[in-house]
């Protein structure tokens, strides 16, 4: 088991950034390939970012590339998103998730159902 604990949301004007935090304990966290998803109101939880095992590879989504960045630092179990340039359609609860199967060494995935672990998420309102 991994217990993951997200930090760090808030309310942002549009344009205004972020960092969000995932904190994991409870199992060897390099193991993990690391996710951020986010669900708004009304809507189903989308990908935005994930960072392979070692964090030499990293996926985005369309809709935040070149606007948010995903890291790791494995010597302190935590996963980061940082968010800059927000819109308001980026208000969501962020949830980071952990997926440690086999194939996870060697793809990064951007789908929700191959995570295994899950924060109970932080909320990001952007207003104009």
């Known amino acids: 088991q991994v217990q993951l604990v997200e930090s760090g949301g808030g309310s942002v004007q549009a344009g205004g950034s972020l960092r969000l935090s995932c904190a994991a304990s409870?199992?060897?966290?390099?193991?993990?390939?690391m996710g951020w998803f986010r669900q708004a109101p009304g809507e189903q939880r989308e990908f935005v970012a994930a960072?392979?095992?070692?964090?030499?590879?990293?996926e985005y989504a369309d809709a935040v590339k070149g606007r948010f960045t995903i890291s790791r630092d494995n010597a302190k179990n935590t996963v980061y998103l940082q968010l800059s340039e927000l819109k308001p359609e980026d208000t969501a609860v962020y949830y980071c998730?952990?997926?440690?199967?086999?194939?996870?060494?060697?793809?990064?995935?951007?789908?929700?159902?191959?995570?295994?672990?899950w924060g109970q998420g932080t909320q990001v309102t952007v207003s104009t």
């Open positions: 998730a952990g997926d440690n199967k086999p194939l996870s060494a060697i793809v990064t995935s951007t789908v929700a159902f191959q995570y295994d672990y």
């Open positions: 960072i392979s095992r070692s964090g030499d590879s990293t």
């Open positions: 409870g199992r060897t966290f390099a193991v993990f390939t």
